[in-house]
Nanobody
Framework: VQLVEYGGGSVQAGGSLRLSCVAS????????MGWYRQAPGNQRELLAT???????HYTDAMKGRITVSKDTAKNSMVLQMRSLEPEDTAVYYC????????WGQGTQVIVSS
């Protein structure tokens, strides 16, 4: 399975970005998926869990500032981020939550003050 994330870039604090994730195989119908990020010097952290059928769960990391949606038929999901802060600077990834596939390259987000 290949995971491709895109949509990152450089924004000023307070700005918004829309990240996308596409999988090469139909894994969204079989797995709970997640959005993650890894800031320099930090461990990778989970931002949201997207179950197969129930309500999306947001962790405290960016809760209230992100919205996740998925399109199972297209093996894709979107991370909409708003009110970005310099502390949100990181590489953002998608992957399954319980059965982790090989990590993609991620997409870099840089938030300047």
């Amino acid at each position: 399975v290949q995971l491709v994330e895109y949509g990152g870039g450089s924004v000023q604090a307070g700005g918004s970005l829309r990240l996308s994730c596409v999988a090469s195989q139909n894994i969204f119908s079989r797995n709970a998926m997640g959005w993650y990020r890894q800031a320099p010097g930090n461990q990778r952290e989970l931002l949201a869990t997207v179950p197969r059928g129930s309500e999306i769960h947001y962790t405290d990391a960016m809760k209230g500032r992100i919205t996740v949606s998925k399109d199972t038929a297209k093996n894709s999901m979107v991370l909409q981020m708003r009110s970005l802060e310099p502390e949100d600077t990181a590489v953002y990834y998608c992957n399954a939550v319980l059965l982790i596939y090989s990590w993609g390259q991620g997409t870099q987000v840089i938030v300047s003050s």
